[in-house]
């Protein structure tokens, strides 16, 4: 279940169909001062990131949420298991590898201990889909 704090920063950012530095401060500070704390979490960051626009701060802030969230409040700490790595690879996936997405990926590999095949398989396909869009421009 989502936090109604969260929820409510989600329909805000929504209805606005932006994310300015003042929501991203509101995000990191009251609504997810403790940091992520489930996979619904992720899932509704990664949607609202899809779905609107927003200043560069937010995919900062986003990917720090994330990786936190991934490497260091899961079990075993600084290790994302097949089982994590395969969920995530799916949800960052969705629409196809952003800038976002790309860039929590490479954050997980850069800080995790070890990190499953399967998150280094969807940043091996979104560098073969960037060149492809490079080709065909």
Known sequence: MLKNSLRDFIDSAVERNFISSDD?????????????????????????DRMIEAEESWGTALTKLVVDFLVWKRAPHGVVSNEDALWLATV???SGP????????????????????????????????ARLNLIAA
Do not use: C, H, P, W
């Open 24 to 48: 991203v401060k509101r995000l990191t500070g009251e609504v997810l001062g403790e940091g992520i704390t489930s996979r619904l979490e992720v899932e509704s960051l990664l949607a609202l």
């Open 98 to 129: 952003s800038r976002n997405a790309m860039n929590i990926a490479y954050a997980i590999l850069d800080e995790a201990g070890y990190v499953d095949v399967a998150l280094l398989d969807f940043i091996m396909r979104g560098r073969q889909q």
């Open 92 to 94: 960052l996936e969705v």
